[in-house]
């Protein structure tokens, strides 16, 4: 890796963390990124959706594709008098690159930029094609962001054959895991009815809060499936609870029950919803559910792109990373309905969505080199 591209990575890093685009703002940073990806060769189509601006660039017509993929928005950053440095203005201490971003993941977008550029001079015959999926709607709804432009791939007919995503994959040092896949995500608001009544005439009340207990035991202790050897089993979590007026006099009428199922491929969406409602009805509970599919398990088994990435990686790093499928949801979900092979790969996660957020300079230096060699092995 040049000291040149090194540089122009950090500046790049640098000015897109300086631009406060908190979901769903973009901030003028797909702005930037395209002006760069147009000159080396991109043609641009910028596609917004209500607030959401989102980009996707392509290099080249013929298969086979990869992708970068990732965000450009950021999640507040939280109170301002708490961080050492102001969280819009890019700082480097003690051999990192502080703010708002700097791990999630706008170095990662700027080390993919730089690669791309460097790969272009280098191999502008390059085979295959490349393409950037950048949008500010992941840290928000996730509706009109890497969905609504896949949907719209989907209708071109429109496939990649490898995407990286570069969320912030490592645990404790730069390329130590990748992800090959993610758990699925299934939400659902549970509504139990009771009968409201004043407190000191039980019997003439039905309290939802005492119903709904033996049922949350039996939840709580079910299996709901072994896992495999990509995931581990199915879970079950309550995030919220609500029920009662606020006074100490009152039986509830009803009660609401915030939970998620992180579900992995030895489960359906359909099959944990049917368990679970079983359930609800052997309790003869008096019930409605609002239920919200986020996303639903993918993996990326051992091929061509995971080989070629944790190459690249032991090269720049001296690690072989893990592969891992534990953590939440990203952006990928929405990718695997068009790609079957993909990775996220991208700086140590342990400073994202915190005060003081940061990446190391040694990552924000290896991270351009790695994406560069792959590249070089996917598109000779």
């Not at 992800?179 to 407190?199: A, E, M, W």
């Amino acid at each position: 890796m040049t000291a040149a591209i090194v540089t122009e990575t950090l500046e790049l890093a640098k000015d897109l963390i300086a631009r406060r685009s908190v979901t769903p703002h973009d901030a003028g940073c797909q702005a930037l990124i395209g002006a760069r990806l147009a000159a080396a060769g991109f043609t641009c189509e910028n596609l917004r959706y209500g607030e959401v601006s989102n980009l996707w660039a392509r290099r080249g017509r013929v298969p086979p594709l990869l992708c970068f993929a990732g965000h450009t928005d950021v999640v507040p950053p939280g109170p301002l008098d708490q961080w050492q440095s102001d969280p819009f203005l890019p700082t480097i201490r003690d051999g990192r690159l502080y703010g708002r971003g700097a791990a999630d993941m706008k170095s990662s977008i700027a080390s993919f930029v730089t690669a791309t550029e460097a790969f272009a001079r280098e191999r502008p015959g390059h085979s295959g094609s490349i393409a950037f999926l950048i949008t500010s709607d992941e840290e928000g709804p996730s509706v009109d962001g890497t969905a609504r432009v896949v949907e719209r791939l989907k209708q071109r007919g429109e496939s990649m054959d490898y995407c990286i995503v570069g969320e912030p994959s490592s645990v404790e040092a730069l390329g130590d895991s990748i992800k090959n896949g993610r758990r699925g995500s299934l939400s659902g608001r549970l509504t139990v009815r009771g009968i409201q009544g004043h407190i000191a005439y039980p019997h003439l009340g039905r309290n939802p809060i005492h119903l709904i207990a033996p049922t949350l035991a039996e939840l709580v202790a079910t299996r709901w499936d072994e896992g495999d050897e990509h995931f581990p089993p199915t879970s079950w979590q309550v995030s919220n609870i609500h029920g009662g007026t606020g006074a100490t006099n009152i039986i509830p009428g009803s009660i609401e029950i915030d939970f998620n199922f992180r579900f992995c491929a030895k489960s359906s969406e359909q099959s944990l919803k049917q368990r679970l409602e079983d359930i609800l009805r052997k309790h003869g509970l008096d019930y409605g559910i609002q239920w919200i599919l986020s996303g639903r398990p993918f993996v990326t088994r051992s091929g061509e792109l995971v080989e070629v990435v944790r190459r690249a990686v032991f090269e720049h790093t001296g690690r072989t990373p893990e592969l891992s499928t534990a953590g939440g949801t990203s952006d990928a979900r929405f990718i695997a309905q068009i790609c079957s092979q993909i990775v996220e790969l991208g700086p140590v996660n342990a400073t994202i969505h915190k005060l003081n957020e940061n990446i190391e300079l040694a990552a924000l230096e290896q991270l351009p080199g790695i994406y560069l060699d792959v590249l070089r092995a996917l598109l000779p």
